[in-house]
C-alpha cells in the first residue's frame, strides 16, 4: 500500500459520489469528503457518519428527498486496484449548511438498528421443524438478509445441538432475542454486517486466509495490549479488516500471535491527505481451533 492513489466513493441509493485523489479513477464527479464507519462483532447495529464537501444543488436536494425513504448507505473505500465495501446501512439522516465557503452534507447511517431495536415474530412450529426454516422466518421479520447463515449451519461444528428441533415450538416476541435465543442453542455467535446476517461457530473467525498484520503490511504505529487482553492496533485502510476475520499480528512490542478481530473504526479524511486508517480491536486466537 501507498500514501497515494486513495479512493473513496458513497452511494444513497442510486446516486453515487466519489473521491479519487489521482483523478483517474472510475468516479465522474470528485468530491472531498470524510467519514467514520464503527463496526463490531457484538449482535448491535454498526453506524456510518459522513460528510461530503461541496455537493452541487441538485444533488444537495435529492439527498435531503431521500432521508425519510428508507433507502441504502454505501461506502466503499481504499487504494487503487484494492478497494472494496466498508459499509452498507440504511439512511438514517441527513442534512447540508454552509461552513464559510464550504458546502457540507452530513449524512448518518445505521446497519439494520431499527430492525434490531423494533422487528418482532410470533410463530409456532411443528416438533421436526428445521432449524433453516425458523431462522429464515426470524429474518424475514427482521427485514435482514441471510447472509452466509445457511452455509454456517450446515457446514459447522453442530456437537452442541441438531440442526431440528424434536418438539413443537413457540418464537414470539423481539425477533433479536428470538435470534440470539436460536444461534445459541446451536453453538453459534452472530452479528449484522452489511445489511446480511453473519454467523461464526462460538470462538472461531470467519473462513478465509489470515491476514498478515506487520510494519510491511500497513500496520502503524505500535499494538498495545490493555488490562482486558484486548489487542488495539492502527492500520492503513484494508477492507478485508473485517469484525470476525483472523489475524496474524507481529511486532518488536508484542509476540507474534493469532487474534479474531472484534470491532473496527474506519477513519476517512480527504482533508490533507491524513487520514486512511481503520483501528482495530481483536482477542487473542487460537488457530488450533480453527483451520486456516
Given at each position: 500500500m501507498t500514501l497515494w492513489g486513495r479512493q473513496f466513493a458513497i452511494t444513497v441509493d442510486d446516486i453515487r459520489f466519489g473521491?479519487?485523489?489521482?483523478?483517474?479513477?472510475?468516479?465522474?464527479?470528485?468530491?472531498?469528503?470524510?467519514?467514520?464507519?464503527?463496526?463490531?462483532?457484538?449482535p448491535e447495529a454498526n453506524t456510518a457518519n459522513l460528510a461530503i464537501y461541496n455537493l452541487n444543488k441538485?444533488?444537495?436536494r435529492q439527498l435531503n428527498m431521500l432521508a425519510s425513504t428508507g433507502v441504502f448507505v454505501e461506502i466503499e473505500a481504499g487504494y487503487i486496484g484494492n478497494t472494496g465495501r466498508i459499509y452498507r446501512g440504511w439512511l438514517r439522516d441527513v442534512y447540508s449548511q454552509k461552513d464559510g465557503p464550504t458546502w457540507v452534507t452530513a449524512i448518518s447511517s445505521g446497519d439494520s438498528e431499527d430492525r434490531l431495536a423494533k422487528a418482532r415474530t410470533n410463530r409456532a412450529y411443528a416438533a421436526g421443524t428445521q432449524v433453516d426454516d425458523i431462522l429464515k422466518d426470524v429474518l424475514d421479520d427482521m427485514g435482514v438478509g441471510l447472509g452466509n447463515a445457511l452455509s454456517a449451519i450446515r457446514t459447522g461444528n453442530l456437537r452442541e445441538?441438531?440442526?431440528?428441533?424434536?418438539?413443537?415450538?413457540v418464537v414470539?416476541?423481539?425477533?433479536?432475542?428470538?435470534?440470539?435465543?436460536?444461534?445459541?442453542?446451536?453453538?453459534?455467535?452472530?452479528?449484522?454486517?452489511?445489511g446480511e446476517l453473519q454467523v461464526i461457530d462460538r470462538g472461531t473467525c470467519l473462513p478465509g486466509p489470515t491476514i498478515r498484520i506487520d510494519s510491511t503490511t500497513g500496520m502503524v504505529g505500535s499494538p498495545t495490549v490493555g488490562n482486558d487482553g484486548i489487542l488495539r492496533f492502527r492500520s492503513l485502510l484494508n477492507h478485508e479488516i473485517v469484525p470476525g476475520r483472523a489475524l496474524q499480528v507481529k511486532s518488536s512490542e508484542v509476540s507474534e500471535?493469532?487474534?479474531?478481530?472484534?470491532?473496527?473504526?474506519?477513519t476517512c479524511d480527504t482533508a490533507g491527505g491524513k487520514d486512511w486508517y481503520v483501528d482495530v480491536e481483536a482477542a487473542l486466537y487460537v488457530p488450533a481451533l480453527y483451520a486456516f
Open positions: 473521491i479519487d485523489f489521482m483523478n483517474d479513477g472510475p468516479y465522474a464527479e470528485t468530491l472531498g469528503g470524510q467519514f467514520q464507519v464503527s463496526k463490531t462483532l457484538e441538485d444533488h444537495r445441538a441438531g440442526r431440528e428441533f424434536i418438539n413443537a415450538c414470539s416476541g423481539s425477533s433479536k432475542k428470538q435470534l440470539e435465543r436460536l444461534l445459541k442453542s446451536i453453538g453459534k455467535e452472530w452479528s449484522i454486517q452489511d500471535a493469532y487474534y479474531r478481530a472484534e470491532r473496527c473504526e474506519y
